[in-house]
């Protein structure tokens, strides 16, 4: 083990226990090992890997994030530059000082490109993903940062401790998992009192389009994930007539008139993300609060504003226009 994953690695003491007994974890050459329940976890190519007893659920979840993440290299989504943190902030609403020094947990990390950008505002960030290809290509674009370490697991059978972490973030991940509550609720004792909890989910919006988007989600599940990846290539549409008319009706994307193959790529990838999940669950805002109140979560706030508020537009675009991001802190 070279010096620079051993530094990595000793972010984790402390932090970890088995993710199914609670029990203290021995840290060993290749491997953690639970004093409690005797199972061991590798760590593999510098990644801790916990991911023994996945539910079949959880399975097909992973299944159908690992092409997404593999095929990020083909996407802007990997251009980390000093824009993306400007991007975090504004999506946050949190001050750049605020991440200094702070312990952040990165719920569903996917490619890293937030926790790049919480890394660059000086947190330390432990990033976990569900899938191979999102640790594998975080911690390669995370290599030479000192304060980021990654590994593998479910979110929900995270190897923390209670309380371990300043902040928790899990930006687009909890809608997918089998029950969006229960993912949450995985989280919130993880969040140290006085920590803050940053979670967007999928809002629940025009139900025709979703009937529709569905219906073709299901049939493109029954394709490989290769195949189902080069379908989406129809749902990017050329003529803008045509874009604004079905994209009422099913979730597409407007071919880039630039034509650049990155750009193409990346909204291929885009489409890729909405049709191939096994869960897709949407919620209202007032889901979301209702979540952080039962908690006892205090300054809960909608890091993005209500858009709407006509019951027919409400109905159509959703009040925050598709995506509910909040965050409060822990009491």
């Known amino acids: 083990m070279d010096s620079l994953v051993a530094k990595k690695l000793a972010i984790l ?9 609670r029990g203290r974890l021995e840290e060993r050459q290749k491997e953690y090992a639970c004093q409690g329940c005797h199972a061991s976890y590798p760590i593999s190519n510098g990644i801790p890997r916990f991911l023994s007893d996945l539910s079949a659920r959880e399975q097909q979840v992973k299944r159908s994030f690992d092409l997404e993440h593999m095929r990020y290299r083909d996407s802007l989504h990997l251009h980390f530059t000093p824009l993306l943190v400007q991007q975090w902030l504004e999506d946050i609403k949190l001050p750049a000082e605020y991440f200094k020094d702070k312990v952040i947990l990165d719920a569903g990390c996917g490619a890293g490109r937030w926790t790049y950008a919480m890394a660059s505002l000086g947190a330390t960030v432990v990033a976990v993903d569900l899938t191979d290809a999102g640790v594998e290509v975080t911690h390669q674009a995370t290599s030479q ?4 370490v990654v590994l593998q697991a479910s979110v929900l059978h995270l190897p923390f ?3 371990s972490f300043d902040v928790v973030v899990s930006w687009g991940v909890l809608h997918h998992t089998p029950d969006t509550k229960a993912a ?3 989280l919130v004792p993880l969040v140290k009192r006085g920590g803050t909890l940053y979670i967007m989910v999928y809002e629940r919006h025009n139900p025709l389009k979703f009937l529709v988007t569905d219906t073709l989600r299901w049939c493109l599940r029954q394709l490989p994930a290769h195949l189902r990846y080069r379908a989406c290539r129809v749902f990017m549409i050329r003529s803008k007539r045509l874009f604004y008319r079905l994209s009422k009706i099913m979730i597409c994307a407007l071919y880039p008139e630039s034509g650049d193959p990155l750009e193409a790529s990346t909204a ?9 999940p096994v869960f897709n669950h949407l919620h209202t805002r007032e889901d979301v609060s209702s979540w952080f109140a039962e908690h006892k979560f205090d300054q809960v706030t909608l890091t993005r504003p209500v858009y709407y ?3 027919r537009e409400v109905r159509l675009y959703g009040e925050c226009a598709g995506s509910v991001t909040m965050r409060g802190v822990r009491t």
């Open 161 to 163: 401790h209670p309380e």
């Open 268 to 276: 291929q990838l885009g489409l890729y993300d909405a049709y191939a």
């Open 145 to 148: 940062l000192e304060n980021v």
């Open 184 to 186: 949450f609720d995985r």
């Open 13 to 21: 003491r402390g932090l970890l226990a088995c993710p199914f007994c």
């Open 309 to 311: 508020t006509g019951e």
